[in-house]
């Protein structure tokens, strides 16, 4: 099933322009100036099928061992799929994530890491003979591209799913993900970030996060 675990409110149009503006600020932070060439045969949709079929990969043939094997897995994952550094900026606010020292992003890049690991996974858990389809992809602005996907699931209407990804030195990563073609995840960790950084000060938004990714991994996946 699709589930919102983290979801507090659903985001305004005032947070989807803020949202926006910080990634066309961002971009300059986590990409070269000229022009990036890509050095592998990786494409836009690739990236995308490669995270989708290593999410049933694990999902549904989950690693030998502990459940610290599984996590390992999805956090190669995710490492090799997602510009995390650069969602991570925009979660917290480009502003906020700047008046951090070195040691402070560190440490939430960390968490950020692994919270994105669980909440990502654990939208897909529950569900019996799932599997995505790749419907295509088109330009966005930036020289940015969003690939168009389908969650499928038995017995279920299929599911939308966007990805905005763009060029880095590593090949093509996602930046964003478009639940139901409207929902973006970026502005609801926005949200809720913006929120417990004000109520608990940095860390106790830290903790929040490795606790919440602690309470995810936990969840069997029921099918």
Known sequence: MISYPLVLQTPSKVLHIFLLVGLLIVAPMFAPERAIAQTDTRTETSTVAALQQGLLEILNNPP????PARSAALEKLVA??????AMGAVAV????????????????LAAFSRFMVATHSSRFMGTADRDFEIEGSEDAQRGRKIVHARYLRAGLAPYPIDYLVQLTPDGWRILDVYLDETISLLALHRSEFSSVLRD????????AMHAKADELAELPDTK
């Open 200 to 207: 608990r000060g940095f860390d106790g938004f830290i903790a």
């Open 80 to 85: 090799g799929t997602f510009d995390i550094n």
């Open 64 to 67: 030998a061992g502990n459940d």
């Open 93 to 108: 606010g480009v502003q906020t994530y700047r008046s951090w020292s070195a040691a402070q992003r560190g440490e939430f």
